[in-house]
């Protein structure tokens, strides 16, 4: 059974950095089989899914068009985690995050959720 | 904007059956069967209920179903329970700015 446990901040000030970690236990993140995702909820933007990371023989990243400039998604293979960092946040990216695993065909566990709030 | 258009609500009486589409382009569901459904209660986060637009995973009961026509994919529940009401996002891939899943709006489902 895959199990994902976020942790981060739940406050963070306006232009500085988003911060997320989620840690995977019943799969790997090296796994060629699996992909990892962060996926965020707010009532104004509904489900969007921010970015993923991957491994298949080396890493790779996708990251959607919107935040593309400002995110990182990165895999820690010694703690077997995820992370994320989204940089120079405004009051518009205050959202439920959520951290996921996908497989070929669709996202299928998903983190506990963190809601992070941008404000001073 | 959601890139998938779905109702805002729907609802049905125990014992009955509700239907909820999810209207996308060629895109994304006219060009892939990559349609999944999830089941969100408050403050929970989501759960699979349909991947490939009519696969169940192991766990979900049978009262679940998908199907996909055209540039539409539907979820069906038959034999309404007071515990489905909740929120139903569906889902796809698609390739339209390069890799991305992309999700509907949400449809609530009352159970009256």
């Known amino acids: 059974q895959v199990q994902l446990q976020q942790s981060g901040p739940g406050l963070v000030k306006p232009s500085q950095t988003l911060s997320l970690t989620c840690a995977i236990s019943?799969?790997?993140?090296?796994?060629?089989?699996?992909?990892w995702n962060w996926i965020r909820q707010s009532p104004s933007r509904g489900l969007e899914w921010l970015g993923r990371t991957y491994y298949r023989s080396k890493w790779y990243n996708n990251y959607v068009v919107s935040v593309k400039s400002r995110i990182t998604i990165n895999a820690d293979t010694s703690k077997n985690q995820l992370s994320l960092q989204l940089n120079s946040v405004t009051p518009e990216d205050t959202a439920v995050y959520y951290c996921?695993?996908?497989?070929?065909?669709?996202?299928?566990?998903w983190g506990q959720g963190t809601l992070v709030t941008v404000s001073s | 904007q959601p890139a998938l258009t779905q109702p805002a609500s729907v609802s049905g009486s125990p014992g009955q059956s509700i239907t909820i589409s999810c209207t996308g382009t060629s895109s994304d569901i006219g060009s892939y069967n990559l349609v999944s459904w999830y089941q969100q209660y408050s403050g929970k986060a989501p759960k699979l209920m349909i991947y490939?637009?009519?696969k169940r995973p192991s766990g979900v009961s049978n009262r679940f179903s998908g199907s996909k026509s055209g540039n539409t994919a539907s979820l069906t529940i038959s034999g309404l329970q007071a515990e489905d009401e909740a929120d139903y996002y569906c889902?796809?891939?698609?390739?339209?700015?390069?890799?991305?899943?992309?999700f509907g709006g949400g449809t609530k489902l009352i159970v009256l």
């Open positions: 889902c796809s891939y698609t390739t339209a700015s390069g890799f991305e899943w992309v």
């Open positions: 019943g799969d790997s993140v090296s796994s060629n089989s699996a992909a």
């Open positions: 490939e637009g009519t």
């Open positions: 996921a695993r996908s497989g070929e065909t669709s996202i299928d566990y």
